[in-house]
């Protein structure tokens, strides 16, 4: 099989696991060149994750007709990219950020769908906030119509236990208690699996998917 037709089957068989679940498949395609981002488009793929706003720029101005998910921690001067181009923005932790992206967005615009980035563990190498902020920070978000969360979104370690971070996600949303929050977006290259049994309803797949493609750029 050649590098294509493996990278195409291994995207459909993920994304088949995620469907089977009634969960959706991000493609993080951050590390990924254009040629693998262009393959996967050509075999149906449309939802992608991109960690720097500049990279999701040029792919959403080069593929509009694909959806573009923030995934990544935020800079305040690159919130114009993610209010112009992002098709959500997975990784909300900071007030000031949404703030920014708020005001970019202005009015008149359908909201942009978020997700709020919990650091479970409370790693510091980690972004997100402390489980115990969850519901006050949902509320403060309240202050911006302009977006709209749709979630919680958590970064398991590669020893943590992705069972109980689903589950603890699950009791925060109840806590929140937003209609609007469907989303547990849980599960990467390490554990997507255990994040779709224990219920995630997103996953997000970055090197299992892209494999040799995925180069680790800095
Ligand atoms: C890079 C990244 C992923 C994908 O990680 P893999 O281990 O390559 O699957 C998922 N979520 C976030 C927030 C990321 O930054």
């Known amino acids: 099989m050649s590098d294509v037709a493996a990278l195409i089957a291994r995207w459909r068989e993920i994304d088949r696991l995620a469907r089977d679940h009634d969960a959706r498949l991000v493609a993080v395609s951050k590390y990924a060149p254009d040629a693998a981002v262009a393959a996967l488009i050509d075999a149906g793929a449309r939802d992608f994750g991109e960690s720097r706003p500049q990279q999701l720029r040029d792919r959403a101005r080069r593929w509009p007709h694909c959806r573009w998910h923030m995934i990544g921690p935020l800079q305040r001067n690159k919130g114009k990219y993610i209010a112009e181009y992002a098709a959500s923005w997975l990784s909300l932790a900071s007030l000031d950020c949404a703030r920014v992206v708020a005001r970019r967005l202005g009015e008149g615009r359908p909201p942009l769908p978020v997700m709020v980035q919990v650091n479970l563990a409370g790693l510091p190498q980690q972004s997100g906030i402390a489980a ?12 911006w119509p302009q977006l709209q969360v749709v979630g919680l979104m958590a970064m398991v370690p590669r020893d943590g236990d992705t069972a109980a971070a689903v589950a603890r996600l699950r009791r925060l949303k109840g806590e929140v208690g937003r209609e609007s929050m469907r989303h547990i977006c849980v599960g990467m290259s390490h554990d997507y699996r255990q994040a779709l049994a224990a219920g995630a309803t997103m996953i997000r797949v970055g090197s299992a998917l892209f494999g040799a493609w995925d180069v680790r750029r800095a």
């Open 132 to 143: 115990g902020e969850c519901a006050a920070f949902c509320r403060e978000l309240e202050q």
